[in-house]
């Protein structure tokens, strides 16, 4: 479903260059989930950002269903991907109510019969139509970032970009978000590829996994070998190590971490 | 046992609004020897209010009340704002959520760390240099003198966060107040910090309490915790027994997490009972 090879994403040029992103490479398979896991920094968010054109891609190659990206993106492209974002306060039109805001894909793309399929979205994510002509600040933080699902999903496209979808959220918020997630991936066959920090949301979330680190792979493991502990990377290890909450047994900081 | 550095009894917070009255912090109370407490809860939860009426620093139009607020015998409600400058910043302390917008972004670090001894201590400028490169030290800063001398934007969110803690604890407070202070870290840098705010509260003997969402993070670090809803303390239960926990809010907030152990799907969700917030 979507291939990408040695993907670099670099910004800037001669003493201001950054490499954000050095030859990544993975696979996804339809109706897989994939994990990109790494801490601030590690460029995780920007290979989103270059698959969906918001980032460049430097160098490398990003294919969605066997065909090579265009720049800039045309529409059939974003009828496939479509991308959620971290903070869905920030992420939804202050000044749009929900209808306006899921109705827009719906104008730009030229579909019909916009109203049935916008009250459809709504219920796909667990919302009523109630919530048809309500503003972003008439929502809690878990309604919002529903709508924003919903505003991905209705073009119906076959993959998922999560930038963190749940990490803005409150514990028990984001449990209802991820069973979301969980649920219409079952029922729609998408594609996710979900970034996140928290080790244990990609290990529900996702089968396979990329640990990334200063803009490179460091480790591609299953949610599988996460549970079991199982790494063999000794960054990895600390990651998992560190998600199990604090411990005052005296071990320093791994020698990977101090950097 | 001795007497409580800190009473809490039947504390409120109400904010005067357009819209009516809300009231954040509904009747808690709470006693604190010498230990590291632990207040969790879910935003509005009125956690980091409760920390910030200790310290009166309530924004306005809020309103504080309580029946008893005392720090070592000082009643905070009735003290002069004199009194109050010198506990703030002395006495009690606290480090705040995001070194980015809690640090001053026009001085050094070794300035705004120089300030605030000076402020509470009689000290040269010499003498406060000193001890502000040795709380760098302590916070373990690989290269204490370039940190002194660098801006706030210079440095990282994890260097940041210790500067803070470096600054709050150069006057050797006794109450340190820490509202979710490692939220706006990456996982292995927040058990640095957490390494860190360890050794010197207990290397300080300081009584600690600590402001977060996290009740796992929490757990593993403070002796008590006192789990908040609503504005409520719904339950108070000592940090190794949170696995027994009593209230449905307590379990539930547990059970909705994913973890690395067990997978369940789908996860359980929290039904929140209204009777949780009478």
Known sequence: MLDIQNLQVVFGTGRLRVD???????QVERGASYG??????????????????????????????????????????????????????????????????????????????????????????????SFRFRYPHQLSGGQRQRIAIARALILRPKVLLLDEPTSALDASVQAEVLNLLDELRQKMGLTYILVSHDLAVVAHLCERLLV??????????????????????????????ASSGFSRDGQKTSPALAV | MTKPLLEVEDLRVRFHLRTGIVEAVRGVSFQLGRERLGIVGESGSGKSQTGRAILGLTPPP?????????????????????????????????????????LNPVMTIGEQIIEAYQAHAKASRAEARDKALAMLEAVKMR????????????VSGGMGQRAMIAMMLVTDPDLLIADEPTSALDVTVQMEVLRILDELVAERGMSLIFVSHDLKLVSSFCDRVLVMYAGRVVEELEAKHLRQAKHAYTQGLMQCLPTLANDIRPLPVLNRDPSWAQ
């Open chain 1, 20 to 26: 954000a992103v050095k030859n990544v490479s993975f």
């Open chain 1, 36 to 129: 990109l896991v790494g801490e601030s920094g590690s460029g995780k968010s920007t290979v989103l950002r270059a698959i969906c054109g918001l980032a460049p891609i430097s160098d490398g190659r990003v294919s969605v269903e066997g065909k090579e990206v265009t720049t800039p993106r045309d529409q059939a492209f974003y009828r496939t991907v479509q991308m959620v974002f971290q903070d869905p306060y920030a992420s939804l039109h202050p000044r749009h109510t929900v209808d306006r805001t899921l109705s827009e894909p719906l104008a730009i793309h030229g579909e019909k019969d916009a109203e049935a399929r916008i009250v459809q979205a709504l219920r796909e994510v667990g919302l009523g139509p």
């Open chain 1, 212 to 241: 990334m680190r200063h803009g490179e792979g460091v480790e591609e493991t299953t949610a599988a070998a996460l549970r079991s502990g199982k790494a063999s990377d000794s960054y990895t290890r600390s990651l998992i190590q």
């Open chain 2, 62 to 102: 809020g309103e504080v009340t309580a029946g008893k607020l005392t720090f070592d015998g000082i009643d905070l409600l009735t003290a002069s704002k004199r009194t109050l400058r010198t506990l703030r910043g002395g006495r009690i302390s606290m480090v705040m959520q995001d070194p980015k917008y809690s």
């Open chain 2, 143 to 154: 290269d204490p003198g370039r940190v002194f001398a660098l801006y706030p934007h210079e």
